[in-house]
């Protein structure tokens, strides 16, 4: 049964910083691309970060302002998602998800979808 799953979320003032988690297992994700992608209330799920399987190719959504950065080590079969310098506008139950590279890393056809960690940052 593959599985991923999310750890690291929870509640931060702004300006703070947070670092998500997320452990893979069930099958082999060997050439997999992983990415993160949030859904705030009331507003539709959106890419956050994607990195390829060697890790050379990574791509982030333009709002983040370099703010992200997305890591993955392939021996434990894990990926994490650093964020910096957090808004309030950055609320949101993020996912992690692994994906059939198609592409730029955010293009890849994701299968796998973890069940989420919420992360919320007050003003």
């Known amino acids: 049964q593959v599985q991923l799953v999310e750890s690291g979320g929870g509640l931060v003032q702004a300006g703070g910083s947070l670092r998500l988690s997320c452990a893979a297992s069930?099958?082999?994700?060997?050439?997999?691309?992983m990415g993160w992608f949030r859904q705030a209330p009331g507003k539709e799920r959106e890419f956050v970060a994607a990195?390829?399987?060697?890790?050379?190719?990574?791509d982030y959504a333009d709002s983040l302002k370099g703010r992200f950065t997305i890591s993955r080590d392939n021996a434990k079969i894990t990926v994490a998602l650093q964020m910096n310098s957090l808004e309030p506008e950055d609320t949101a139950v993020y996912y992690c998800?692994?994906?059939?590279?198609?592409?730029?890393?955010?293009?890849?056809?994701?299968?796998?979808w973890g069940q989420g960690t919420q992360v919320t940052v007050s003003s």
């Open positions: 998800a692994a994906g059939v590279p198609t592409g730029a890393p955010r293009q890849a056809t994701y299968r796998y």
């Open positions: 069930g099958r082999t994700f060997s050439g997999w691309t």
């Open positions: 990195i390829s399987w060697s890790g050379v190719n990574t």
